[in-house]
């Protein structure tokens, strides 16, 4: 009786077996990296346009109050800084990385606009700073009256010209107006473009690494006013 041989794999077929799984593996392992490198610089991009996006948002929603002046009244208070008239909301300085204005919106006695602006809380600044930052970065602040200036974001402002924080002035008919804007000049501003790039907080090496965004906002001065 013949005896038949038991059947298996040979060598050669394990090795080719084991090749096409490394193969197979290798395949489903790149698609993996490269799904969770778009996601990783998807989150790292949207960090810093959320980031960007909350901060012009807050500028600009000041920034549109600047002169607010409800009464019309030049009072007498002191503490407004220093604007074209003393007691008066306006714009009082106009730079390339700064801005400082007063609107009147605290309750007088009485209720209602305290006519004269002179609360501390009225005078507001924005500006670039690089205070408390490592070298090449910087912060957005918002300092209120004489009080310390708060920043509102983490030192993840690229400390780079045009970018950092890039205000621009114009006049109601488009005219842009030079930087520092001049003492005479700033009851003309009529628009205020604010460019600001801000970098991701988190950033991965591995993964997209640390990225930027940079987003541009008009705020309209409101309280202005149309030429007659």
């Known amino acids: 009786m013949a005896v038949e041989r038991e059947k298996g794999f040979t060598i050669v077929e394990l090795l080719v077996s084991m090749l096409l799984t490394f193969i197979i593996m290798g395949a489903i392992y790149s698609v993996y990296r490269v799904q969770t490198h778009s996601a990783k610089v998807q989150e790292n991009r949207l ?17 549109r109050n600047a002169a607010y002046n409800p009464r019309g009244i030049a009072g007498t208070g002191a503490s407004c800084g220093g604007g074209i008239v003393i007691g008066t ?8 990385t700064s801005i ?15 006519q004269d602006c002179n609360d501390s809380d009225e005078d507001i600044t924005y500006a670039y700073d690089t205070t408390g930052c490592t070298a090449g970065f910087g912060n957005i602040t918002r300092k209120v009256g004489t009080g310390a200036a708060e920043s ?36 003309a501003i009529q628009r205020v473009q604010i460019t600001l790039t801000v970098q991701s907080l988190h950033p991965d090496t591995e993964f997209g690494g640390q990225l930027n965004a940079t987003m541009t906002s008009n705020a309209d001065l409101r309280n202005r006013g149309l030429p007659s």
Do not use: W
């Not at 909301?89 to 390339?96: E, L, Q, R």
């Not at 488009?174 to 005479?184: K, M, Q």
């Open 89 to 96: 909301p306006g714009v009082n300085t106009a730079t390339a």
């Open 152 to 187: 509102l974001t983490s030192c993840n402002v690229p400390d780079v010209s045009g970018q950092r924080l890039d205000i621009r002035y114009f006049k109601q008919d488009g005219t842009e107006l030079s930087r520092p804007v001049a003492l005479a000049d700033l009851s």
């Open 100 to 114: 400082s204005f007063t609107y009147d919106f605290h309750d007088g006695a009485g209720g209602g606009p305290d």
């Open 47 to 63: 960090e810093a346009q959320e980031y960007a996006r909350s901060t012009l948002d807050m500028m600009v929603r000041e920034i």
